[in-house]
């Protein structure tokens, strides 16, 4: 086999079909991100915790656990503080996090994120997909964990999209 020839692990149809769930959801979000206006950035989301422009820097923000939540789910353990102090835990770094964010920010740093989830999907092997872990009060899977990015985006898109009366 050359360097050039897929592996197993690469062509997987969990895999792929997950990659392009993950290269849709960077779409939209770029998407999402370049139809907010400047008066739209300091707009309250349908989130009461949050405006647009904390939401948005949220959802780049937490795209970089999806490759931690992988790792969890191989070792079989995850991180489980209290729901009361990973709530307020969030709510506080989302909004201390995003002060200062810009459109251009909040895009290079969901890139960035994007990139590592893209390397953890092609990291897992066949065998991984349905090890799992309890990760924030929640049973997850590796492959629920790739799924949940893209969920997460959604919850969070139709929040933004309310409070802009896009909805």
Not at 33 to 54: F, I, M, T, Y
Not at 86 to 101: E, F, H, L, Y
Not at 134 to 139: A, E, K, L, N, T
Request: aromatic share 8%; proline share 3%; net charge positive.
């Amino acid at each position: 086999m050359t360097d050039a020839e897929p592996t197993a692990a690469t062509t997987s149809p969990t895999r792929e079909a997950i990659r392009v769930e993950l290269e849709a959801t960077r779409s939209q979000y770029h998407e999402l991100r370049n139809s907010l206006s400047v008066e739209d950035w300091k707009k309250k989301s349908g989130n009461p915790a949050w405006n647009v422009r904390q939401l948005m820097w949220h959802l780049a923000w937490a795209g970089g656990f999806t490759a931690q939540g992988v790792e969890s789910c191989r070792k079989g353990k995850g991180t489980n503080p209290p729901n009361w102090i990973a709530d307020v835990a969030n709510t506080w770094i989302t909004r201390i996090g995003s002060r200062g964010a810009t459109k251009q920010s909040v895009g290079e740093k969901y890139d960035g994120a994007h990139q590592k989830v893209i390397a953890s999907l092609d990291s897992v092997q066949d065998d991984e997909w349905q090890k799992s872990a309890r990760v924030f009060s929640r049973d997850m899977t590796v492959e629920k964990t790739f799924r949940d990015h893209v969920e997460h985006f959604k919850e969070h898109e139709t929040d933004i999209k309310k409070g802009l009366g896009r909805s």
